[in-house]
């Protein structure tokens, strides 16, 4: 046998066993040496194996099983290990997922049997197995969830069927007048609405994998004229914890489940929370409202920001899954519960998921993480999943969520802003952003009066009283960064009235905070700090007024400074994020019993709305329209869908200079905002789409490693197919039909191809393309010119790129865009050259004697 199973110890009794096991060698290494892990093994056992060497026939290289502390896959190796399983209760149990692929029973209950079966092989009995068990995931794809020790998930993923096993990870969410600015005015009755529009997505339902609903919020009310739940609801809205589902849920919230067994074995609950679909941490509710909220009228924050609040489909269904808990001041979610909630959703007959949650880096391979392995599935359905790119940035390569199944999403900024006058002595004006409601008339005072260096921070603070001040502190104290959030809660601490923080404007976000904030940059902080510091002897009085709200403000959009840049770790042949939409000061709906900040449990404010700022407020933004566009378009594919949002996309700001590398006079890239800003009403009519098919994502699984047994295992292929990896074009991921063209290692020419439909309102059409190529780089594309004969009709084109330069160590870019004299389809170029330092000199020299 290939494992070791010892009965457990009963009492003080001391048992000695001797066992013995043969192997055959069938690797090329013909050296064996055996030798004993102990640290995978239970302490109460001693285990010995005494110094053996053996000189063995080579026979051929063996496929075997790899270990990794979250991660246990196939892999090439030499070493053999034999795992040693006790019943005694083990080490140290944690949540493991075991995913099997696709279905293939279709029988909840056979689904479970074989789940729980399968798991037996590793426990003395099946009770025990079944204690182990979480999840048993059975209607939209097979696995299951249990607490084991890292031998039995060993054990488990050398079994036949299984794709992959991994640990739960804890995940993180990535914590109006944006739909205006994006074009969509959703009025009814207006003569310039386009009428694909008019739906505003009625009868798509849209799933919200986050911490919950407040049902009682305006935004989730039934508008007048709704019709029933569509047929293809298979759902549910759960009971639970100040939950009801009769009040709960209607017409418009027509589901809701949460998933606690996950998080469970990771915290403890909290006592405030809500066992139920209940909100109590207000991010899901935030970005339910801003994907699918009902219209309503003179929402504010405090009076700020006042209009219509909505969202971009206020006619599309909501299905809310929760999947995130409260734990201390922050909100958690586990990868078990995130897998459980994409089953139930996918049967449950969603059409669109939004996802504001991920995991950070470094990130684990593809299908071994619920986000890949939910969204796939969802693909193979046609269900469109949004997922947010992560609040990482500016650093290069933080990326997540970067599937190419899935939609990513970075964030940017509207043309609104929040202007706040301060007034010093009634001679010295100056003007911040923040989100103040009452006027404020205090002394102003510098920090290294209460801090120590001046550096404003919980740990600095020397216990002296701020009381009915306002302190000036600066972000940056000779080498040490302070944080905004860290800076307000010391200054609260100190009991003062308010906090001036100055720092550079590429990193401004203003924010609700437990006290008045009002953020400055360097100049205007510098000159406060002058004033105050060249006499101390006289106190500094200073006015505040509450922030003004301002509307078309230029220049907009501009990249969040938060925003987690490409290019992908994982996959860096595939340009992520895809695009990027409103995520910075986002007003929607908030649970009226959860304060406004998170900073301060006891905060006594209520609101029925709030600002949020992040790539999860961008997320449902997209989501939003892509609901939209499946009402409009529903014989559309997820790939047809993402494909109208990236090649519509605009890269230019309101100035119609380009869009803004967070704040600062840099121009953004593809790497900070993936095809460009999403343009709605554009996306409507795209002219062409690029979609991708069972062969696309086969040719993905080839790339990455994946062999035809397992492919089988997890692609849905209609009968007959014949699945392989392809040999005719390069195996590389450049290769798949994505609608933006990447290739990170251009070492030689290389062909790639992109097939293109027509799904224009004109049956026939010509589209002529123009290319921009990337510095040092010469693309050429074939044939030039695109003739449609027919509606739903599809054509191929191929693109050469072929170095032109040594490697920088950069990328450039560049784009190809189709067009027909009405659509504009754009796509974005993205290229590293990487050819070899010892190409010859001449070469160059010819070349530059030619120009």
Not at 225 to 235: A, E, Q
Request: charged share 20%; aromatic share 8%.
């Amino acid at each position: 046998m290939e494992s070791t199973s010892l009965p457990a110890d009963k009492g003080d009794t001391m048992i000695h066993q001797s066992l013995k096991r043969r192997c055959i060698n069938i690797g090329c290494i013909t050296l064996i040496t055996l030798n004993a892990s102990r640290e995978r093994t239970n302490p109460n056992f001693a285990l010995e194996i005494p110094a053996y060497q053996s000189k063995l026939d080579a026979l051929v290289q063996s496929e075997i099983m790899m270990l990794e502390d979250a991660m246990i896959g196939l892999g090439f190796s030499n070493a053999v290990y034999i795992p040693l399983i006790d019943s005694q209760p083990p080490v140290m149990l944690q949540v493991y997922i075991v995913y099997l692929g696709l279905n293939k029973i279709h029988d909840p209950i056979l689904t479970t049997n074989h789940h729980l079966q399968l798991l037996s092989n590793v426990f003395a009995r099946k009770e025990e197995a079944e204690k182990s068990m979480l999840y048993s995931y059975k209607r939209s794809f097979s696995g299951f969830s249990a607490m084991l020790n890292s031998t039995q998930a060993t054990t488990l993923a050398e079994m036949d069927g299984v794709i992959s096993v991994f640990r739960s990870r804890v995940v993180e969410l990535h914590t109006t007048r944006s739909w205006d600015f994006l074009g969509l005015n959703l009025a009814s009755h207006s003569s310039e609405a386009n009428p694909l529009q008019l739906a505003y997505g009625g009868d798509v339902i849209v799933a919200v994998l986050d911490s919950g609903i407040w049902p009682e919020s305006y935004s989730f009310r039934e508008e007048p004229g709704t019709g029933p739940i569509p047929k293809s609801w298979k759902g549910q809205c759960v009971s639970g914890d100040k939950f009801d589902p009769k009040r709960a849920c209607n017409r418009k919230l027509i589901g809701a489940r949460y998933y606690l067994e996950g998080f469970e074995k990771e915290f403890p609950l909290s006592k405030s929370e809500y066992r139920s679909a209940r909100d109590f941490n207000g991010h899901g509710t935030h970005t339910a409202s801003t994907a699918v909220g009902s219209s309503v009228k003179n929402a504010s924050f405090f009076g700020i920001a006042q209009g219509t609040a909505r969202g971009g489909a206020p006619r599309a269904r909501l299905a809310v899954y929760k999947i995130c808990w409260s734990v201390g001041m922050g909100t958690k979610c586990t990868e078990a519960d995130i897998m459980a909630a994409f089953d139930d959703a996918l049967s449950d007959g969603v059409d669109v998921i939004s996802a504001s949650f991920g995991l950070r880096a470094p990130f684990k391979p593809f299908f071994f993480s619920s986000a890949d392995i939910g969204s796939f599935h969802a693909m193979q359905q046609g269900v469109s999943v949004v997922f947010s790119g992560g609040n990482d940035g500016p650093d290069p390569s933080l990326v997540g969520n970067v599937a190419p199944w899935s939609i990513c999403v970075a964030a940017s900024s509207i043309d609104r802003t929040f202007p706040t006058r301060i007034l010093v002595d009634s001679n010295l004006s100056f003007v911040g952003q923040s989100f103040v409601v009452k006027p404020i008339n205090a002394e102003l005072v510098y920090a290294t009066n209460y801090f120590d260096d001046g550096v404003c921070s919980g740990q600095n603070w020397n216990k002296k009283t701020a009381r009915g001040k306002v302190i000036l502190c600066f972000s940056t104290v000779g080498s040490v960064i302070v944080d905004v959030d860290d800076a307000e809660l010391a200054a609260f601490n100190a009991s003062a009235s308010a906090l001036i923080f100055v720092e550079p404007v590429n990193r401004q976000v203003p924010d609700v905070d437990i006290i008045p904030t009002i953020l400055v940059d360097i100049i205007q902080g510098t000159r406060m700090y002058h004033y105050v510091r060249l006499s101390p002897e006289r106190k500094a009085v200073v006015k505040i007024s509450p922030s003004m709200t301002v509307i078309k403000k230029s220049p907009a959009p501009a990249v969040a400074m938060f925003s987690s840049r490409g290019p992908s770790s994982l996959a860096p042949d595939i340009l992520k994020p895809d695009m990027t939409a409103p995520g910075i000061n986002i007003l929607a709906a908030w649970p009226c019993k959860t304060p406004p900040t998170t900073l301060l449990p006891n905060d006594p404010r209520s609101v029925n709305w709030n600002f949020q700022s992040g790539t999860s407020m961008s997320c449902p933004h997209v989501s939003g329209v892509v609901a939209l566009l499946k009402s409009a378009h529903p014989d559309w594919s997820p790939a047809a869908i993402r494909s109208a949002l990236m090649t519509t996309a605009y890269t230019s700001d309101t100035t119609q200079d380009s869009i803004l590398y967070g704040g600062i006079a840099k121009p953004a890239d593809p790497f900070d905002i993936g095809a460009g800003h999403i343009d709605p009403v554009r996306a409507m009519d795209p002219g062409l789409v690029y979609d991708m098919k069972t062969t696309d994502y086969i040719l993905f699984l080839c790339n990455i490693g994946y062999t035809i047994s397992q492919i089988k295992r997890i692609v849905e292929v209609s009968p007959g197919t014949i699945i392989c990896c392809p040999k005719s074009f390069p195996l590389t991921n450049s290769n798949l039909n994505y609608p933006s063209i990447t290739v990170s290692n251009l070492q030689s020419t290389m062909t790639l191809k992109r097939t293109v439909r027509n799904v224009g309102r004109k049956k026939t059409a010509i589209y002529f393309a123009s290319i921009v190529e990337p510095n040092g780089v010469e693309v050429k594309v074939w044939p030039r010119v695109l003739i449609f004969s027919c509606f739903w009709e599809e054509m191929s084109y191929y693109v050469t790129l072929k170095p032109e330069k040594q490697s920088q160590g950069r990328y450039d870019f560049g784009e190809i865009i189709w067009s027909d004299g009405c659509h504009s389809v754009r796509s974005p170029l993205v290229v590293l050259v990487n050819t070899s330092t010892n190409r010859s000199n001449t070469t160059a020299a010819a070349a530059a004697a030619e120009e």
